[in-house]
Structure formats: structure tokens, C-alpha cells
T-cell receptor, first 110, second 113 residues
Framework: GQNIDQPTEMTATEGAIVQINCTYQ??????LFWYQQHAGEAPTFLSY????GLEEKGRFSSFLSRSKGYSYLLLKELQMKDSASYLC???????????FGTGTQLKVEL | ETGVTQTPRHLVMGMTNKKSLKCEQH?????MYWYKQSAKKPLELMFV???????ENNSVPSRFSPECPNSSHLFLHLHTLQPEDSALYLC????????????FGPGTRLTVL
């Protein structure tokens, strides 16, 4: 089976930087995804990592270390609209089945 | 319509009712998924359809019955549900390739009385 851990809640200040960590244990690792989900809305895709290293996309970056089973999502220049749940999901094997963590509820304050 | 749409957005049903959830994708994808999202729990994959064939059934009780009549439509038929089945049911779609992300619909908030 797979096990994915991420913090339940985090709070950060507008304009600051926040790092949301995700650790996983799985066999046949084949990629890690980050999704953002605002309350009452659909999860939306943020990033995808399959090789070690950092992927940058505007204010959001995602890092992966396959040997450590570890990823983080980095959000810069935080805005109030970034308050949402951030879901870490791991794909294993040859198909497109994703296993999700419980999500990290981020609250951005003034 | 664009993206992935789901109807109804909210549904309240009794344990003896039969209802269906509908999902439609307008993205030209060939794989579709049903997920269950309960409070404080991870998104749980229920079913996967690829090219209109069911390729994954994650030990879901038979009171949930999926149907995929074509690559753009996915249904979840519900009957004799239990109160613990109350949750947000999310539909997603993707290209069949393993390298593509899944696009989610807004979900159906289901309450079973």
C-alpha cells in the first residue's frame, strides 16, 4: 500500500513564503502531484514532479527527492486568495491511479 | 460548457431512494474517475474508466454502480445508501497516458438521511 503524510493545517502571513511538506512511502513510484482546493470547489492542478529537483511555475514551486520519499510545495508572495487546502498525491505503477494525502489547510492572514 | 461538469451539485436522499450522479467532460479525454471526499479524510479513488472500460474498482460497495456510456460521460448510480456515504463525490478526467494530470469537476455534495 501507500502512505502519504502532510501537515493538517498551516498559517502564514500575506506577502510571506510558506513551505508545505509531503512525505510518502510507496513502491513503483511514478510521479507526485500537488493540487489546490478552495472550499466548495474542485481540486485544480498545480504541479507535477517525477524526477528529483525543483519545478518552478510563477509564485509556486515544487521539489521532489525520490530517495527520501519527500516533496514540498513552496508558495511565494502569499496572497489572501492562496488560502485553500493543498493536496499531495502520488502515482505508482503504470496506470494513472492517484493516492491522495489528507491535504494541508493553509490560512493566509494579514 | 468547458472542463468537467457535474450534476446535481447538491443531493439529499433517503436510504431507500435511487439516484444518479452525472459527470461530463468537454476536454477530449479518454479516462474518467470517481472519487469520494469525506471530511478529514483523503480523497478516495472509487472507480476508473479508460476507453469506456472499467479498469479499477477500489473495493467499493455494490450500492454504488458506475456507468460509462461513452468517453465524455460518466454516471454513478446510487441505491440503498447509508448515512456514512454522505460526502463530496468528485469526478475527474485525463488523457489515458500516465503523464497527464487529472482535471476535476466541482463535485456533488451528497447527504444521506
Amino acid at each position: 500500500g501507500q502512505n502519504i503524510d502532510q501537515p493538517t493545517e498551516m498559517t502564514a502571513t500575506e506577502g510571506a513564503i510558506v513551505q508545505i511538506n509531503c512525505t510518502y512511502q510507496t513502491s513503483g513510484f511514478n510521479g507526485l502531484f500537488w493540487y489546490q482546493q478552495h472550499a466548495g470547489e474542485a481540486p485544480t492542478f498545480l504541479s507535477y514532479n517525477v524526477l528529483d529537483g525543483l519545478e518552478e511555475k510563477g509564485r509556486f514551486s515544487s521539489f521532489l527527492s525520490r530517495s527520501k520519499g519527500y516533496s514540498y510545495l513552496l508558495l511565494k508572495e502569499l496572497q489572501m486568495k492562496d488560502s485553500a487546502s493543498y493536496l499531495c498525491a502520488v502515482r505508482a505503477g503504470g496506470g494513472n491511479k492517484l493516492t491522495f494525502g489528507t491535504g494541508t489547510q493553509l490560512k493566509v492572514e494579514l | 460548457e468547458t472542463g468537467v461538469t457535474q450534476t446535481p451539485r447538491h443531493l439529499v436522499m433517503g436510504m431507500t431512494n435511487k439516484k444518479s450522479l452525472k459527470c461530463e467532460q468537454h476536454l477530449g479525454h479518454n479516462a474518467m474517475y470517481w472519487y469520494k471526499q469525506s471530511a478529514k479524510k483523503p480523497l478516495e479513488l472509487m472507480f476508473v474508466y479508460s476507453l469506456e472500460e472499467r479498469v479499477e474498482n477500489n473495493s467499493v460497495p455494490s450500492r454504488f454502480s458506475p456507468e460509462c456510456p461513452n468517453s465524455s460521460h460518466l454516471f454513478l448510480h446510487l441505491h440503498t445508501l447509508q448515512p456514512e456515504d454522505s460526502a463530496l463525490y468528485l469526478c475527474a478526467s485525463s488523457h489515458g497516458s500516465a503523464l497527464n494530470e487529472q482535471f476535476f469537476g466541482p463535485g456533488t455534495r451528497l447527504t444521506v438521511l
